[in-house]
């Protein structure tokens, strides 16, 4: 075998915004302020930049970025696609960049303002990354309607109820009760106000759905060989994997002959062959949670259960602190903020670094997972 | 709506152009790609049709340029007998485009085909081939159940299929 990306770059720091409805600052100066975070995180100078990486549906780019932090010489910049499924493949472009000597300091980021924002589903001159033709004219308008049908799918073939669904909005609700930074950091849910909640697209009710939100993120992506210089107690990235499965339509995947296996079962057998540990090992998990449904689903396609039992898995309080596998510990896209998922490597980074708010005690592996049902990509961290 | 989210490309969607007062108001219509064009010209003569490869005789939708078993890029378009079975279904509730929010809910099903299981379209199931998108109480959808399709001119010269269950 050769050479291999396996703990070959940390995560040296990472930054954030506020996450709110409305922020009043650009995206621009959200993702400027993101990224001086993660550099004042790291303990690194601007000038030491040469690398950015970042994912589709990101407005700023890395002229306007690197100009404007005072970046040096940049030797490397890549763009990921499929919104939310690129999140995880930032990190892994910049591993491979530095591991392959093509830079020495990347950032990775993402600003977004959705929550003061028009949805894009409303913008009816672009198409989408979607076969729209066969969809959208019936009225498959948003993400929310294209995983629905997904969704009640899993639900009449393994037996899936609104209960399993309602378990995922609760630990991540949990959780981001005890994240000041989150939207829902002061409002509970409950079981009734789930189930009497207004439906967006049945069976996927409001609580089923992330928040729109506004704000950005950023992390700092350095070699291994740095480690010591740190600030802060490095996050190895481990294992790294992006997933686009054979016969895939992105998030209208309904013309595969298994629509139910998706991306998440690509990225995770090259996750899992390139690394020392498997999923009985992972001590915490960042999944995507756009939709709570693609928790189960994501469940399986990591190998965390067996295929029909991921909704089963979320029983018991298995995705709660103290649980099987406990879940978005920051309160993920349901509870803390919807950044298209960037808000779930920094929360990785927090707890291998044994400062989250919602702490698992001695956590020394992450899973961390960008978009399902659309082309994806995932990290392992430890610490 | 506001002008500026108004199709101002030609690859933009089409709207009706008499369905209410304003046309951005309208259900969306079928935006065809090269691949795709041959369904909807099938589609406004009721017919329902799927690309099949003209090598190996297997069926592929979406359609595309290149037989993904056997690499021809030859194809014919085989016509299908309507009937089928609700794969999944979809009940959405507003915030939707206009148009759709004024029929909502409504019910957006999957259907495979009798003919080719593995083949699924999205359309709308409703009572009528020219009912509203609201015209079957969604309390009566199940998967499984047995549909047969129907068409119905969406706007002057384009025809989109829907979908009748055969037990209503």
Redesign the interface.
């Known amino acids: 075998m050769g050479a291999t990306l396996k703990d070959a770059a940390v995560i040296a720091g990472t930054g954030q915004t506020a996450f709110a409805k409305r922020l009043p600052e650009s995206e621009r100066a959200l993702a400027c302020r993101a990224i001086v975070a993660a550099l004042d995180d790291a303990g690194i100078a601007a000038a030491e930049v040469d690398a950015f990486a970042s994912y589709t549906m990101e407005e700023t780019d890395e002229v306007e970025v690197a100009k404007a932090i005072g970046a040096g010489d940049v030797t490397f910049f890549a763009k990921a696609g499929y919104g939310g499924g690129g999140s995880c493949a930032t990190v892994a472009h910049l591993a491979a960049a530095i591991a392959t000597g093509q830079a020495r300091v990347g950032v990775a980021w993402r600003s977004r303002k959705r929550g003061s924002g028009p949805r894009p589903w409303?913008?009816?001159?672009?198409?989408l990354p979607t076969?729209?033709?066969?969809?959208?004219?019936?009225?498959?308008?948003?993400p929310?309607?294209e995983i629905?049908?997904?969704a009640?799918?899993y639900m009449?073939e393994y037996g899936a109820t609104r209960d399993h669904f309602f378990n995922v909005a609760l630990a991540c609700r949990n959780r981001a009760n005890q994240n000041p930074a989150a939207i829902m950091y002061d409002r509970p849910l409950t079981r009734e106000m789930y189930m009497t909640s207004?439906?967006?697209?049945?069976?996927l009710c409001l609580f089923d759905n992330c928040l729109e939100t506004d704000g950005a993120l950023a992390c700092v992506v350095v070699a291994a060989e740095r480690a010591r210089d740190l600030r802060h107690r490095p996050v190895y990235v481990h294992s790294v994997a992006q997933g686009l499965p054979a016969?895939h339509?992105g998030m209208?995947n309904?013309?595969t002959?298994d629509p139910l296996t998706g991306p998440a079962w690509t990225a995770a057998r090259q996750l899992w062959k390139q690394a020392d540990f498997g999923p009985a090992d992972v001590d915490v998990a960042q999944i995507y949670d756009a939709f709570t449904p693609l928790i189960p689903l994501s469940l399986e396609g990591y190998g965390f259960c067996g295929r029909g039992e991921g909704a089963a898995f979320t029983e018991g309080g298995a995705l709660e602190i103290g649980g099987r596998l406990p879940l978005n510990t920051a309160g993920g896209g349901l509870s803390e903020a919807y950044v298209h998922g960037f808000n779930l490597i920094t929360e990785g980074v927090r707890q291998l670094r044994g400062t989250s708010t919602a702490q698992v005690p001695d956590a020394a592996t992450c899973l961390v997972t960008a978009g399902e049902g659309v082309p994806t990509s995932a990290l392992l961290l430890r610490s | 709506m506001s002008t500026s989210?108004?199709?101002?490309?030609d690859?933009?969607?089409q709207r009706a152009p008499d369905q209410g007062e304003d046309p951005?108001d309208a259900?969306?219509?079928?935006?065809?790609?090269d691949d795709?064009a041959p369904f909807?010209e099938y589609a406004a003569r009721r017919e329902l049709r799927v690309q099949a490869c003209a090598a190996c005789g297997e069926l592929r939708?979406?359609p595309r340029p290149c037989c993904?078993h056997c690499r021809s890029f030859d194809h014919r378009w085989r016509r299908m007998s309507g009937r089928g079975r609700i794969?999944?279904?979809?009940?959405?509730?507003p915030p939707?485009?206009p148009a759709?929010a004024a029929q909502a809910?409504?019910t957006?099903v999957?259907v495979e085909l009798a003919d080719a299981p593995?083949?699924?379209?999205?359309?709308?199931l409703v009572a009528a081939p020219d009912a509203a998108?609201n015209s079957v109480d969604?309390g009566r959808v199940r998967?499984g159940a047995a549909v047969k399709v129907a068409f119905h001119e969406?706007a002057p010269g384009v025809t989109?299929p829907r979908w009748l269950l055969e037990r209503p």
């Open positions: 409303r913008n009816t001159a672009v198409q076969p729209a033709q066969w969809t959208r004219p019936f009225g498959l308008l948003r929310a309607d629905g049908v997904l009640r799918r009449h207004r439906w967006i697209s049945e069976p016969q339509h209208v309904y013309w002959d | 989210m108004r199709p101002t490309t690859n933009g969607p951005a259900l969306l219509l079928p935006v065809p790609d795709g909807w939708f979406p993904p794969w999944s279904y979809v009940v959405p509730h939707l485009l759709y809910p409504y957006v999957v593995r083949i699924r379209l999205a359309g709308n998108l969604p998967i969406q989109v």
